[in-house]
Each structure stands twice: as C-alpha cells, then as structure tokens.
C-alpha cells in the first residue's frame, strides 16, 4: 500500500465512520478500486479505527469527561452512572458476535461486494424510514433507556456486516425506538468506543501471536492515521448535527445508488 492510498482510504473510513453509510463497505470498494489487498488491510483497518475513536473523544471530550467525573465522583447512583450503564448494556450484543460468532457470520454471508451492496440497501431503507417516522412525530421523543440501550446494542452487532452502517443503523434504532435525535447521535458515538477498541486489541493479540503478517509501511501507516483523524473529527460534528436537523434521507438515497451500483457492478 503507498502513502497515497492510505491517504485516501484514511479519509474515507475517516467520513465514514460517522456518516450512515457504512464505514466497511466504502473500504472494501476502497480496496476493490485500488486494486489494494492481503493481510495489511487488517492491520491498516486497526490503524483508522483508532484514529477514529480518537475523533470521537476529542469532539466528544466534554461529554466522556462529565461521564467520567460523575461516575467516579461518588458511590451514590446519579444520571452519569445510569448513562455508563446503558452503554454498557448496548455493548452486550456486540460483545457476544464479536467474541464467539463473528467468524461464523462472516463465512456465512462472505465479504463480496455483492453483499456490502445488499446491506448498503438496507442502510438506506433503515435511515429513510426512521426519518419518515420522526416528522410524523413531529420531533416528540425521549431519552435512552435500558430497553432502548439493547435494542440499539442488537442493531450495532448486526452492524458487523460490511455495507450495514454502524452508526446508520444505531442512530436509525433509536429514532424508530422513538429517542430524541438530540440523544441518539452522542449515544451512537460513545457506545461504540469500547467495542472497536477491543475488537482492535483482538487484532493487535493475533498479529503479536504471529497469526496474521504485514507489510504494511510506516509512512503509509501514519498518513492514514492523520487522514483517518482529521475527517473524523469533521464528520463527527457534522454528523451530530445533521441529526438534529433531520437529513438523514440524504444519506438513504446516497446509500441506494452505491448500493445499486455496486450490485450491478458486481452482478455484470
């Protein structure tokens, strides 16, 4: 991999990390289209996955922060503990895919580009229908709770499918469970933290056990760390407050086209 295809494969998991339309399935057309492949996209992917959860604590530094202080500042149960509570049940289904079937799914459904355009169609349904259903609302919703943290935690391991957008598909939960848009983007956010950082590690394991190899460059290796962070931080923001907003069908008929295209592409 050159620097310049890290660059550019930086900045699109960078943007697509928090824009709902699929992180893994833009770096998998990434790779098709630059002809890059073999065991340094793994290595690569742990590289622009930490970039981007180094985004998110920066832009969401205030938050983790008040999270942080209010959980350990007392024994008493408060609103920061409840809310660590809830993230920390959304983790559960992702924890179990990640640990004990991941690669069985995968194996099952593949990593083909046919796929990641299936998936990218239902990315596209999931966002359209969850915004038609928030303006029939007419922006009436309420905050996180326990039953909606594992609904959105269910929606976040499916997620593991290239094409199915992490945070498309979370965000889009939450507003069909009825939360509030200004809610539901920070919770998408912070849940994910932990997950990728210890899928991240697992990868990290297998590469110091010698299960897996690369060739991947330093030079390549930290442009697109840079790249990764940099869009990441831009498109966190921004994401934050397209949902608020309400553009979310946008996205949908984004996701519809590549979604399309990359079938037809792959079928023909």
């Not at 494969?9 to 709902?20: D, K, M, R, Y």
């Not at 832009?59 to 509570?85: P, R």
């Not at 895919?97 to 580009?113: I, R, S, T, Y």
């Not at 929606?155 to 957008?165: D, E, F, I, N, T």
Request: net charge neutral.
């Amino acid at each position: 991999m050159s620097w310049l295809e890290a660059l550019i494969l930086g900045i699109v998991q960078g943007l697509t990390e928090f824009l709902p339309v699929s992180s893994s399935g833009h770096l998998e057309i990434g790779h098709a289209l630059l002809g890059t492949s073999g065991e340094e996209n793994l290595i690569f992917a742990i590289i622009v996955h930490a970039a981007t959860v180094l985004s998110t604590l920066v832009i969401l530094w205030k938050e983790v922060m008040q999270l942080f202080k209010g959980t350990f500042a007392s024994l008493q149960w408060n609103a920061e503990k409840d809310y660590v509570a809830k993230l920390l049940v959304s983790m559960i289904p992702v924890f179990i895919v990640g640990m004990f079937f991941k690669d069985q799914v995968e194996a099952f459904f593949g990593n083909g580009l046919l796929l990641v355009g299936i998936c990218l169609l239902i990315t596209a349904a999931l966002l359209a229908l969850s915004e038609w259903l928030q303006k029939k609302r007419q922006g009436m919703g309420h905050e996180v709770t326990y039953r909606d943290a594992i609904i959105i935690g269910v929606a976040q391991a499916c997620a593991v499918l290239p094409g199915l957008s992490r945070s498309g598909t979370t965000i889009a939960t939450g507003l069909l469970c009825g939360v509030k848009k200004e809610s539901v983007a920070q919770f998408s956010f912070l849940m994910v933290l932990i997950p990728i950082l210890g899928e991240a590690l697992l990868d990290l394991l297998k590469l110091l056990q010698g299960e897996i190899t690369s060739t991947l460059g330093v030079i390549p290796a930290v442009v697109g760390f840079v790249a990764a962070f940099v869009t990441g931080c831009l498109a966190c923001r921004f994401m934050i407050e397209i949902v608020r907003r309400q553009r979310l069908v946008w996205f949908a008929l984004y996701c519809a086209i590549v979604g399309l295209t990359t079938i037809i592409v792959t079928l023909c």
